[in-house]
């Protein structure tokens, strides 16, 4: 029989908490990772098995990569790793000692953390604060600033990430690339044996993915046992040594990642072949939608391009060149101190987002939670949301007239939910984005801007958001996509608009471009420097 942990509980008598002076603690607190084991999880929700009687183990010293479809299970099986759920059957065992982690804190005690995808940060305090909340000392009243600043900035140089994060920063200046970086320094300042990253690199550039890959590997070489959850399949193959398959909830697969390639690793986690991820049918016209003519706010600087009828323009660059900016400047969203976007050749006034929709752009944010999505409405309230107008006369709402528009193009998008009444906040990655896509395949758009369309989504949600695109593309939609994948935008876009630094400095059709010109082009600027420091 395995040992078990004060942290579960066998009876009805009060256990010790972690971190009491009771002696029966959490094992392997600090130091080397001991074998995590889970056999047979089940966790339910209503109307929902989320996990269905998963079993895999994480291994010091080795990096085991999560994945599987958006709703296959991950988010909730790092939630139950992390103390955030308790399951309903099954059971977790750390080193031989069953546990039941009835928190965050009690995971965190015994050396388990979950490195979030959407990280909390306390919105008015330091990036050095931060770091360290949850992790001050105990007995310490009075706290120097100076001290935790120089600790803060030693731990940031140490581990590669001053140039990107300064300690004195406030956390509401944060970007979502620096938020997801504090993130993981709480886990590295901390005793974490037992690492799992979600999402990590979804808002990283790629010299800060490559600074938190070789941050894996020296964690691995110290072995501690890593879970790495990703939908960049690349990054699997780079930095996993083993693989576990979720669908549907279920374990579908565990394999070493030299068993397994890109095609098989795909068929595994959606059931069924994705060669043809890209098929891309070229509807674009002569006809111009939406222009941008000289376009400058605080981060852009004389932008023009334009879009036609059935195209997909895709803006790429590296994080930082403004190409989300843009888009908010185009929309309204953003100031603007000069230039114009029109609308099949009639300007329109940009002084905020109303006036964008009035004039047929729909918009999709980068951050879909926070700028795109009521997470506490349902489903269909969400999906109506631009139409409202639409369906009311005198100020009154046709609602049964909302619920069949709303449930028309929710089906027509295969959002999978048991209900179009549950809190959008229950749905996947995917099908929330699929939920935003629906509003505006609703109000019939003439532009639409999407930025990052398919970030932290899988590859089977993927392909249901390309087709979607090509689809409104056919239909004449002119279609302006933000991305930091270069397969995607290589795959699906008809011509190529790269920025830096705020402004334009380049421009690819389909037929020439490949990644190595797309990248010479978003680094131009740098390039260029480099070639002036030689002379």
């Known amino acids: ?39 047979s999880v089940t966790k339910r929700f209503p109307g929902v098995v989320a996990l269905d009687d998963v079993s895999f183990e994480l291994k010091p010293g080795t990096v085991t990569a999560l994945v599987g479809e958006n709703g296959a299970g991950k988010s909730t099986l790092l939630k139950v790793l992390g103390g955030d759920y308790q399951p309903d059957e099954g059971e977790i065992s750390l080193g031989g000692t069953v546990m039941r982690f009835r928190s965050p804190a009690e995971a965190h005690a015994a050396g388990v953390h979950v490195i979030a995808q959407e990280p909390d940060i306390v919105p008015y305090t330091s990036v050095a604060e931060n770091i360290y909340v949850g992790n001050l000392p105990a007995r310490v009243r009075w706290l120097r600033n100076d001290q935790l600043y120089q ?36 886990t590295m300042v901390s005793d974490a044996t037992i690492i799992a990253f979600d999402e990590p690199t979804s808002s990283l550039s790629d010299h800060e993915v490559n ?34 398959v979720l669908r549907d909830g279920k374990t579908v697969a565990h394999k070493s990642i030299s068993e397994v390639d890109n095609a098989s690793l795909v068929k595994l ?22 222009e941008v003519e000289h376009l400058t706010s605080p981060d852009v600087n004389d932008i023009s391009l334009k879009v036609n009828a059935g195209e997909i323009v895709a803006l790429a660059g590296l994080v930082g060149a403004g190409r989300s900016e843009l888009a908010g400047a185009i929309v309204g969203d953003l100031p603007v101190t000069s230039g114009s976007v029109l609308v099949e050749g009639e300007k329109i006034r940009l002084r905020q987002p109303s006036n964008g929709i009035r004039a047929g752009i729909g918009y999709a944010p980068e951050d879909r939670k926070r700028d795109a999505l009521f997470m506490l409405r349902s489903v269909r309230d969400n999906a109506s949301l631009v139409i409202l107008k639409r369906l009311s006369q005198f100020r009154f709402i046709n609602f049964a007239k909302e619920k069949s528009l709303a449930d028309e193009y929710l089906a027509r998008l295969r959002v999978r939910t048991p209900s179009y009444d549950r809190l959008v906040s229950t749905l996947s990655g995917g099908n929330q984005q699929k939920v935003v896509l629906a509003r505006w395949l609703a109000a019939h758009p003439k532009a639409l801007i999407l930025d990052e369309p398919t970030r932290g989504i899988d590859v089977g949600a993927k392909a249901e958001i390309y087709e979607i695109m090509e689809g409104l593309a056919a239909d004449g939609v002119a279609i302006l996509m933000i991305s930091s994948e270069l397969p995607e935008i290589l795959g699906i876009a008809d011509r190529i608009v790269v920025m830096q630094n705020g402004h334009l400095t380049g421009e690819l059709n389909r037929a020439e471009a490949t990644e190595e010109k797309i990248l010479a082009l978003a680094m131009a600027d740098d390039l260029a420097a480099e070639r002036q420091e030689t002379k």
């Open 1 to 39: 029989m395995p040992k078990t942990s004060s942290m579960m509980p066998q009876s009805s008598d009060p256990t010790p908490k972690v971190g009491s002076d009771d002696q029966n603690t959490a094992p392997n607190s600090v130091g080397m990772a001991q074998l995590l084991r889970l056999t």
């Open 151 to 186: 600790q803060a900035e030693e731990a940031l140089s140490r581990f590669g990430f001053d140039s990107v994060l300064r300690p004195t920063e406030i956390g509401i200046n944060l970007t979502a690339a620096q938020r997801q970086l504090v993130e993981i320094m709480r």
């Open 211 to 244: 600074l938190l890959f070789a941050l894996i590997r020296l964690l691995r070489d110290q072995g501690k046992a890593i879970a790495y959850v990703s939908h960049r399949l690349a990054e699997i193959f780079e930095v996993a040594d083993e693989v576990v």
């Open 269 to 290: 986690m959606v059931g069924r072949d994705l060669s043809q991820v890209f098929d891309h049918k070229a509807s674009t016209t002569d006809k111009p939608v939406l």
